[in-house]
Every structure is written in structure tokens, then in C-alpha cells.
């Protein structure tokens, strides 16, 4: 396919692309955030988008990096509960406070679509659909902040 590239001024629109992503996801989902907060995964759409990826064969993963972990503890249960029966194929990490200053946030799928905000307290985003080249070097960033990050919650059948 021919990539696509689009940039995007409005929390709607941000939210649209990562939606967008998150359909196209087949065997990877790689999220960094602040807290999850103005992505809204706990809404109806996007956790449907989530437990459609999730529901797939086994292979799949869905790997998060988040600055602050307690937003998602505290407001989003039914979030939690998909994370929950899936926590086979979900892992969640928390940055080290060294990293805390880090500003943008990221949605990238199978390494050849992503959804980068620059400036998580700005809407503006940029949208990249099928493109390896583009999206390498965002891939590679999470796996560094992955790298650095620890484990923050155990989402399992048995609780938190």
C-alpha cells in the first residue's frame, strides 16, 4: 500500500487516528503515554477496537509505557477488566522519574503504523499509515523507553 501521512490540530482528530491504528493493529501494539488520560482507551469505541485486537490468536501484544499508572488504576475498571482477561498477551511498564519530563506520546501498530503527539498537552498529532521506514525510529524509541521502564501493574484474572 501506499503510506500515508496526515497531521492532525484537535483531540477529536487525535483520537480518529489512533483509532484508526488500533483497527489496523494485527500482531503488535506499542503505547506510550503520560497516563491515558486524553487517549480515552476506556471509552466504548476504543475498547472495543482493543478487545477486537486482543480476541485475535495469541501471538498478539500489546506493550504500554506510561509515565503515571494511576489514572488507569483509579478511572478506567472496564478497561482494566479487557487488560485483565487478556493479561497473557498485555504488559504494563512505568518510565523511571528521570524519563517524567518526556512530553509526547505514541500509538504504533505492527511497526508500520503509528500516531505520534509531539506535545501530550497540545493536541496536535501526526499519522502515519503504512509506512516501515517512517515508523522505525518511533519503534525504536519505545523499545529503548521499554527497556528503561519497570513493571507497574499485573493485570490478571485475580486482580491488581
Known amino acids: 500500500m501506499e503510506p500515508v501521512y496526515s497531521v492532525h490540530a484537535s483531540e477529536a482528530e487525535y483520537r480518529n487516528s489512533c483509532d484508526i491504528v488500533l483497527r489496523r493493529a494485527e500482531r503488535e501494539i506499542l503505547l506510550f503515554d503520560r497516563d491515558l ?6 471509552e466504548t469505541e476504543r475498547l472495543e477496537l482493543l478487545a ?9 501484544s500489546l506493550r504500554m509505557v506510561l509515565h503515571d499508572p494511576d489514572p488507569l ?8 477488566q479487557l487488560l485483565g482477561r487478556h493479561s497473557h498477551l498485555c504488559e504494563i511498564r512505568q518510565t523511571p522519574d528521570n524519563l517524567t519530563h518526556l512530553a509526547d ?10 500516531v505520534r503527539r509531539l506535545q501530550y498537552d497540545q493536541p496536535r498529532s501526526t499519522l502515519i499509515l503504512d509506512d516501515p521506514a517512517a ?13 528503561q521502564s519497570h513493571p507497574c501493574l499485573s493485570v490478571n484474572t485475580t486482580g491488581l
Do not use: C, M, T, Y
Not at 486482543?54 to 498478539?60: E, F, H, I, S, V
Not at 506520546?105 to 503509528?114: C, E, K, R, S
Open 37 to 42: 488520560s486524553k487517549l480515552r482507551l476506556d
Open 73 to 80: 488504576r483509579q478511572r478506567a475498571p472496564r478497561l482494566l
Open 105 to 114: 506520546a505514541q500509538i504504533l501498530a505492527d511497526g508500520i503504523h503509528g
Open 135 to 147: 515508523i522505525g525510529p518511533w519503534v525504536q524509541r519505545f523499545e529503548d523507553l521499554w527497556a
Open 52 to 60: 477486537n485486537f486482543l480476541a485475535g490468536d495469541g501471538r498478539r
